[in-house]
């Protein structure tokens, strides 16, 4: 059969869209924490037998990261050995497993609605099973895209699994409000009370929300573990383990039979040595990979997006649950800046002027938190902060992290970055509640400057590192990178 000299871009499309599925899933899953966590800890501060601290909360609220750190590190392994394809399918069902298990831990195991130390366990196994999940689509997701993806468009696909992040945290902000519906959170005088001392209209979050916002994901998470069925694996995999017929009927649909047959020769010059060692292109190709996750964590994005609701609510806000549905909408928006943006003005000038803007907005922050007269500019400068993030740490660490390595060493450096990613995910998330409560004198406001002080000062080194180490990539092929590592070398 004749193929097409130009290629499919609806199938192209199709494959993309259902692999981004695997984003919309990572960012429903590390959000869905921010609704439920309130009415979780009312429901284990009730328990008898043990006593549920600050201490168990923020390693409950950020126990999922452990399982993202342990599916990141494994990811290079499946990725290398079973393919990107079934990697995923692995992510769908974890995800699947986790959604139903996380709403009802006690399943045949313990008597229902009894909060227990054990039963608490059993909650934080099956978020770090979800983890797992998560930590394999952060990391095979990307790679998906980009190894699927011509080059000139390859940026701005691979972007999109970064909007569909944000747009699974939005999906999820708008979830967790209307199953909260008429119902309140439960106020952190009331927790450990009983549940007959908590207000009538939030023994309903701490009974029976929070279940039902963690069930919410076995939805996406049953129909990404299904389509992904019927995605092709990689052109760059199948040519790995000599499927090279495979390999060049998958790049004629996506590019067209000449081009096909250009790009696959390509590739098989990078694949000569399938067994190359991670630092055989130098330890900086390493490093810089590394670093892209630690500034994209170590900016503190993820203090404000797992405990928007909390955050909102400190600075007095009515409504905290809308202001954060409000803040995944700027969020969205300034994603789709960078899926515009990225092949046009590059990855490194998004990344310099997405971390001076959020150095701004962090700053902004920390001088005006607490002041009641100046809640509007803190919640103001909290949504520059927000919205920088979105169009440049976001989505580029992902666009770079799918780019920068040499094709016999990608499965491997991909794993090692993102788990470094999640690393400091965990470190961050679970430091942040401690951190912003911090206080020299009784009543002061230590906390709440130096945490976002911190962060501020972080995303002005990011720009700086950005802008003496990080190769820009716009326009080059994945095999282009090979050459230019060897060069650096």
């Known amino acids: 059969m004749a193929q097409n000299e130009n290629g499919s871009r609806g199938y192209l499309i199709s494959i993309v869209m259902v692999a981004v599925l695997g984003g919309l899933l990572f960012g429903y899953d590390t959000a869905v924490i921010s609704g439920a966590e309130k009415g979780l800890q009312a429901f284990f501060k009730n328990a008898a037998d043990f006593d549920y601290t600050d201490g168990w909360h923020g390693f409950t609220s950020a126990s999922a990261l452990i399982g993202c750190i342990i599916g990141s590190a494994i990811s290079g392994f499946l990725a290398?050995?079973?393919?990107?394809?079934?990697?995923?399918?692995?992510?769908?069902?974890?995800?699947?497993i986790s959604a139903l298990g996380s709403m009802d831990p006690e399943f045949m195991l313990f008597e229902y609605g009894t909060p227990t130390y054990s039963l608490l366990i059993m909650f934080n196994i099956y978020r770090v099973i979800g983890g797992i999940g998560v930590g394999l689509a952060s990391a095979i997701c990307p790679m998906y895209i980009?190894?699927?993806?011509?080059?000139?468009?390859?940026?701005?696909?691979?972007?999109?699994?970064?909007?569909?992040?944000?747009?699974?945290?939005?999906?999820?902000?708008?979830?967790?409000?209307?199953?909260?519906?008429?119902?309140?959170?439960?106020?952190?005088?009331?927790?450990g009370k009983g549940i007959a001392a908590i207000t009538p209209q939030a023994q309903w979050t701490v009974t029976t929300g929070w279940r039902y916002m963690f069930g919410s994901e076995a939805v996406p998470a049953g129909l990404f573990a299904l389509l992904i069925c019927f995605v092709p694996e990689t052109p760059r995999y199948l040519v790995s383990v000599g499927q090279d017929q495979k390999a060049l009927g998958i790049l004629s649909k996506i590019n067209g039979s000449s081009k096909a047959q250009q790009i696959l020769q390509d590739i098989k010059d990078t694949m000569v040595v399938k067994t190359e060692k991670l630092m055989t292109y130098g330890f900086v190709c390493i490093f810089v990979g590394i670093m892209l996750s630690v500034f994209q964590q170590a900016v503190g994005i993820n203090a404000v997006l797992y405990y928007a609701p909390r955050i909102f609510g400190d600075?007095?806000?009515?409504?905290?649950?809308?202001?954060?549905?409000?803040m995944g909408i700027i969020n969205i928006s300034f994603t789709l800046v960078a899926v515009f943006t990225v092949e046009k003005w590059g990855r490194k000038p998004l990344l310099i002027s997405g971390s001076l803007g959020m150095a701004l907005g962090a700053?902004?922050?920390a001088i005006t938190f607490g002041n009641d007269s100046l809640a509007l500019v803190t919640a103001a400068s909290l949504l520059i902060y927000s919205a920088s993030f979105m169009f440049s740490w976001g989505p580029i660490t992902w666009v770079l992290i799918a780019e920068i390595f040499p094709n016999t060493i990608r499965g491997g450096a991909v794993a090692i970055a993102v788990a470094f990613q999640w690393i400091f995910n965990f470190i961050v998330s679970s430091t942040f509640v401690p951190m912003f409560n911090m206080h020299l004198t009784d009543g002061d406001d230590f906390g709440h400057w130096f945490t976002y002080g911190l962060y501020g000062l972080i995303c002005l080194l990011a720009a700086l590192f950005v802008w003496k180490m990080v190769p820009e990539t716009k326009g080059k092929t994945l095999e282009d990178m090979t050459k230019m590592w060897k060069n650096r070398k």
């Open 80 to 96: 290398t050995n079973l393919g990107r394809k079934k990697s995923l399918i692995i992510a769908g069902i974890l995800f699947f």
């Open 146 to 191: 980009g190894e699927v993806a011509p080059s000139n468009i390859r940026g701005m696909l691979v972007s999109w699994n970064q909007f569909a992040i944000i747009f699974g945290q939005l999906v999820v902000y708008f979830v967790n409000f209307f199953i909260l519906g008429d119902h309140i959170q439960p106020l952190v005088e009331e927790m």
């Open 315 to 326: 600075m007095g806000m009515d409504d905290p649950m809308m202001l954060t549905v409000f």
């Open 363 to 365: 700053i902004g922050v």
